[in-house]
């Protein structure tokens, strides 16, 4: 069955190449053959599943060794993959979300000229994060984490007529070029501590390492992590990057590649649980990327940029978990996958309203939705519930375990983190509640207006043609985009109870990320109960505030807070200021000193060489009797010092 | 006595007379491993057809018939060169040949194979008639219609109407290129002289025969005579001191009595053998006939001139395969010859490597022409491969055959680029007409800035795998301050190379700038080999490391 790994990445890599390769002549066909691909990809991944649930627990490692790519003395980077518990659930939600979202684009982006090339865009994505789960080793795995940078930078900017998207494209690069070198860090501690790349030995002999080097490594992964998943600080890029189509902020910006950070983490668990002061980072990362999120998601009016604040918080929530230690890792990866789902289907029903709505994302600009797309508003609302952590929905299970391991995590801290747990809880029932009663509640805003004013511009091309000035007709999408909804939503909804019946989840990913009961000091039906609370609580403010007054079409001022929030609580601002006007700064100075210092000896150099060279260049003056003298003159000085030497 | 005087100047395995026997039986008939010779003979024997070419041949046919010839004598010989290195003649099997003229080892098959390789590339641009505008109808090359009309004379006029080629050059060159075949394998002093002489009055002939500038072409042959006349003198004058010292012109022998381990004393040579002054004197001597022909300073001077004046063919082929041939003699002179005299040869040789690197790079920075440049750019890689060779390990040598192939190819592209871009006058050469040459013509410029580049030993060409093979080979040698001043004459060299590259592409053409021909097949398949060579040595050079450590062991 190992054989089968390789063909797994291959599928959409082919797909990419084929597409983007084809030329137009694969324009008619183009979204099939990325489609058919993605869902060869799944079934491989389906085989390969049923496959390793027929092994012992133990026995559910494969390994494909396809060759050595770079073997130099003690080097060895090989291209070899690992298929274990823990990459087999990403396999699984990468490949069956991906090839469900590659349905749903079939319909969204079916006005669009260059959706060829999107679905080589999307297969591209998928073969890079196949390849990221799937690496044997931090080099490959390092070689797919580039690879769906690249993609998720080409899918941003996909719209690269509009400066906004190409904009935000660049930023998503930059910002995750930070990351990046952290990762490239780590790698090459790890090669320098343990002389290999290859998860076996470094994880093996992790233990070994003296707790220093540990550390050092641990807090470049995570910073890897924080530029990959949006955790503070390198956050900044996440909100700009729903300038991609929904579809794609939907795959690679909720579901899959954002999480990619967990996945490190929860892989290097071995390193981090052996350096407590990176784990203490990690969770501190992740507890306050969890109300920043959050806050940021509550005074959003785009309906996108809501979500995404959301995404940010939900993965903060991961990062908490994983920073637990393995009281954490299986709860973060469980959250993970029912993230995936809900929050999937989440921007699926985002975009099919946007489709119905003339492209507008301003929820200011919606209400009372719920009549003119039902099947949206239903699966919506399902994966509303499943992320406030509605009881019984996927969303709870995994919720609550993570808060109940914040609260185990002992002491103080362990207070701080649960009380920060709960109290983003309720901040995720109030922001999606918000959203929730401002897009299908309430009066119907849009009446006698026109959509997408110019002074902002539509987020998508086709509305242009549509005529943006038309009073929108809401209606429902058509049915390749409302099936994937609809499957989504199950996820949504069943997947949490499937996966903590008979904690069938955590025996599942023990072998992998190992796993320890962890013992809150309150009892385990009390977090519950908060944590309803809590829930219950976020819908109340919110109702009160949007559901039971009419919401306006213009934004209220708001409080300082609520202003400070819609700009994303400054992030961008402080990025300026310290950032960019001090790499400024340190430019400058840099330009001056090597102005002045650097040229200076440089010039002052290369000028007294080049009186050298005129002097010496008098030498050659053209006559063979000077040469013929000074060839006698160098043999009588070779001669002479030859004999020099024997007489010393 | 007198007999074996002569006898031990032919053979050194005979072992000394016994009395009453005549003398006349003592002369052993000599054997000759022709088959090992072939690489030589071939040459040699198609430059002899050569010249009954130019003797019976129509003169229509003749280009095509020395062409033809040239590359096909040289192919065979080097498939030969091959069959020897597969036949083991360069590791297991290396032995002395030909009565002990000859050295068969891995060494002589690499400098061999390299030479070959490098003049059928410098036939090809030999060969280019597409460049020069044709002249009354015929098409001609760059060399001259008829050497012996005086310059601007009405004879030449006539010639050139006539539509006179010099189709000898290319006998010329087989002739030059057979000197330079046996010259590293030479294993006698007599023998390396004669290999020297039949390299270099060929030489010294083509340097005179440029189509264009012919009065320069005169002038720079006639000093590189006399100045090789005169560094052969010296090179005679220190072989007759060494056969003083050793009684024997052979390697080996003189080897032995430099060691102290012979016995027997050649009662005739009695007064003066064994004198160290003699051996001293003798191989400095010898050295310095052979750092005139690599252009070491201050045995450099010739250098600028000649490179100048030759018509450029003629310059790119010396500069690569002369300079093989040379630095192969080098390195087997110090490294069977002159072993036991390691500690007196070694600080001489670091001065003149340092002043060779720094000479060479320093004055090429003030040069205005391209060819000059060119010249004190060969200047300089002398001294970094005289670091390598002086290294005295396996490794130098190793280091040494790499360089020289690798900077071969890049130095006839290099020339071979030279010659496309002309004017008016013929070759543009001056410096300032090449600004702005990388708008004009973007490939030519490209293929120029790659040579440069690995001139510069810029990584992932060859002149990086070479020059780190040679300065690391040098480290380990114990010379560490020759590598220090190698980085430090590199990093002034890479100044001018990349001068010219700036020149190229971020100056603004002249309104008058110079025109680029396109060449023909030759010559394009001349710069191509150049660049193919360039970047396979850089981006893999393993193999052919591999293949210069294999053929890095002399058979003694």
């Known amino acids: 069955m190992e054989n089968l790994i390789a063909p797994l990445i291959a599928a959409p890599l082919l797909g990419a190449a084929v597409l983007l390769c084809g030329g137009r002549r694969l324009d008619r066909a183009g979204h099939w053959i990325g489609t058919v691909l993605a869902g060869a990809s799944f079934v491989i991944g389906v085989l390969l599943f049923a496959d390793l649930l027929g092994r012992g627990a133990e026995d559910r490692t494969l390994h494909q060794h396809l060759f050595s790519w770079i073997p130099v003395g003690s080097f060895r980077a090989d291209i070899a993959f690992q298929l274990d518990q823990l990459s087999m659930t990403f396999v699984l939600l990468i490949t069956g979300v991906g090839t469900l979202i590659h349905i749903y684009s079939i319909g969204y982006m079916e006005h669009d000229e260059r959706r060829r090339r999107f679905f080589g865009y999307l297969n591209l994505f998928l073969a890079a994060m196949l390849l990221l789960v799937l690496a044997d080793n931090y080099l490959l795995l390092y070689m797919g984490w580039e690879g769906v940078g690249l993609a998720s930078y080409l899918l941003i900017g996909f719209w690269q007529h509009k400066p906004s998207a190409a904009t935000a494209a660049k930023k998503a690069f930059l910002v995750n070029r930070v990351g990046d070198l952290g990762l490239s860090i780590a790698i090459m501690l790890m090669f320098t501590t343990f002389g290999t790349f290859a998860f076996g030995p470094v994880l093996g002999a992790a233990g070994d390492a003296s707790e220093g080097k540990l550390t050092a490594i641990g807090l470049m992964l995570l910073l890897a992590a924080c530029g990959k998943s949006a955790q503070v600080p390198l956050q900044s890029w996440l909100g700009d990057a729903m300038e991609g189509p929904t579809p794609v902020s939907a795959l690679i910006h909720a579901a899959t590649m954002v999480t990619a950070g967990v996945y490190l983490i929860t892989r290097s668990g071995a390193i981090f649980n052996g350096a407590p002061d990176a784990q203490l980072v990690v969770v501190v990362v992740g507890a306050v990327t969890l109300l920043f999120g959050a806050i940021v998601g509550c005074a959003k009016d785009d309906i996108k940029k809501a979500l995404a604040g959301s995404t940010m918080s939900q993965i903060g929530y991961m990062i908490l978990a994983a920073g637990l230690g393995p009281i954490g890792y299986v709860f973060a990866i469980m959250h993970l996958v029912t993230h995936g789902f809900f929050k999937a289907g989440l921007f699926l029903g985002a975009g099919s309203v946007m489709h119905g709505m003339n492209d507008e994302v301003d929820m200011r600009k919606y209400g009372g939705l719920r009549k003119y797309m039902p099947v949206t508003f239903v699966t919506f609302g399902l994966g509303y519930l499943a992320i406030i952590g509605f009881p019984g929905l996927s969303g709870f299970f995994s919720k609550d375990k993570i808060i109940e391991a914040a609260f185990a995590k002992g002491g103080t801290e362990g207070w701080i983190l649960g009380g920060v747990a709960l109290l983003g809880a309720a901040i995720t029932a109030f922001y999606m509640t918000r959203v929730m009663l401002m897009t299908f509640f309430g009066e119907e805003r849009w009446r006698g207006r026109e959509t997408a004013s110019p002074a902002e511009p539509s987020a998508e091309p086709a509305a242009e043609e549509r005529g943006r000035h038309a009073e929108p007709h809401p209606h429902e999408s058509p049915k390749s985009m409302t099936i994937p909804m609809v499957v989504l939503a199950f996820g949504s909804v069943f997947a949490g109870g499937l996966f903590s019946f008979g904690d069938s989840f955590v025996r599942w990913l023990e072998p992998v990320t190992g796993y320890a009961h962890g013992h809150p000091p309150i009892s385990a039906a009390a977090v519950t109960t908060a944590t309803v609370v809590a829930l219950v609580i976020g819908v109340a403010v919110a109702w009160l505030m949007y559901g039971r007054v009419p919401v306006p079409v213009t934004a209220p001022r708001g409080s300082l807070l609520t202003r400070a929030a819609r700009r994303d609580l400054l992030q961008d601002d402080f990025n300026h200021v310290v950032l960019v006007r001090g790499g400024e700064h340190l430019t400058r100075s840099l330009v001056y000193v090597d102005h002045t210092l650097v040229d200076g000896v440089v010039n002052g150099t290369a000028a007294s060489f080049g009186g050298l060279s005129g002097r010496l260049r008098k030498l050659q003056n053209g006559y063979a009797r000077s040469y013929a003298v000074t060839m006698f003159g160098g043999t009588a000085v070779l001669i002479a010092a030859t004999l020099l030497m024997r007489a010393v | ?556």
Not at chain 2, 39 to 50: D, K, S, T
Request: net charge neutral; charged share 10%.
């Open chain 2, 1 to 556: 006595m007198s007999v074996t005087a002569v006898h031990s100047l032919w053979t050194t395995t005979a072992a000394p007379g016994s009395p009453g026997v005549p003398a006349i039986d003592r002369i052993p008939a000599p054997t000759i491993e022709y088959a090992q010779l072939a690489p030589v003979l071939i040459v040699v024997g198609a430059a002899v057809l050569g010249i009954l070419v130019e003797a019976f041949v129509p003169r229509k046919g003749r280009y095509h018939a020395q062409l033809f010839l040239s590359v096909v004598a040289l192919a065979a010989a080097f498939a030969a060169v091959v069959a020897l290195a597969a036949g083991g003649y360069g590791t297991t099997k290396k032995h002395i040949a030909a009565m002990g003229a000859i050295a068969m080892d891995g060494p002589t098959l690499f400098l061999q194979g390299t030479i070959l390789l490098a003049s059928i590339v410098a036939v090809f641009t030999f060969a280019e008639r597409r460049l020069d505008p044709e002249a009354h109808g015929n098409r001609v090359d760059s060399f001259v219609a008829q050497a012996a009309a005086v310059p601007g004379g009405e004879g030449e006029k006539a010639a050139v109407k006539a539509g006179l080629t010099t189709t000898e050059v290319f006998p010329l060159a087989l002739f030059a290129v057979a000197g330079m075949l046996v010259f590293p394998a030479a294993n006698d002093l007599l023998t390396l002289f004669i290999a020297l002489e039949v390299l270099s009055l060929p030489l010294y002939l083509l340097c005179a025969l440029a189509r264009r500038k012919r009065l320069m072409s005169q002038e720079a042959a006639v000093k590189y005579f006399l100045l090789g006349a005169f560094s052969s003198a010296f090179l005679l004058f220190g072989i007759a001191l060494l056969y003083g010292y050793a009684g024997s012109v052979s390697y080996a022998r003189i080897a032995e009595v430099i060691g102290g381990s012979v016995q027997s004393v050649d009662p005739a040579l009695a007064d003066t053998m064994g004198n160290d002054a003699l051996l001293l004197i003798g191989a400095a001597l010898i050295l310095m006939g052979l750092l005139f022909k690599v252009g070491a300073v201050p045995f450099h001077m010739w250098t600028p001139d000649v490179y100048q004046g030759a018509p450029t063919p003629v310059t790119g082929f010396m500069a690569a395969a002369t300079k093989v041939a040379a630095f192969g003699a080098l390195l087997r002179l110090l490294y069977v010859v002159l072993p036991g005299l390691r500690w007196d040869w070694r600080p001489v040789m670091w001065a003149v490597v340092i002043v060779t690197m720094l000479g060479g790079a320093i004055v090429a920075i003030t040069q205005t022409d391209i060819k000059r440049l060119l010249a004190y750019s060969s200047i300089a890689h002398a001294g970094f491969i005289l670091a390598g060779v002086i290294a005295a390990t396996p490794d130098g040598v190793s280091s040494v055959l790499f360089y020289l192939a690798a900077y071969s190819f890049v130095t006839i592209g290099a020339f071979a680029v030279v010659t496309l871009v002309r004017d008016a006058g013929g070759e543009a050469t001056h410096l300032s007409k090449w600004a702005g040459l990388g708008r004009r013509s973007p490939l030519v410029a490209a293929v120029f800035a790659v040579f440069l580049l690995a001139f510069a030993g810029i990584p992932l060409t060859s002149g990086f795998s070479g020059k780190f093979a040679v300065f690391k080979a040098a480290a380990d040698g114990g010379a560490g301050v020759l590598v220090v001043v190698g980085v430090i004459a590199s990093a002034i060299a890479a100044f001018f190379y990349i001068r010219v590259i700036v020149l190229m592409f971020f100056s603004e053409p002249k309104p008058e700038g110079p025109t680029v021909a396109v060449p023909s097949a030759l010559t394009t398949a001349a710069i191509g080999v150049g660049v193919v060579v360039t970047l396979v040595l850089g981006v893999a050079p393993q193999y052919f490391l591999e293949l210069a450590g294999q053929a890095g062991g002399f058979v003694r």
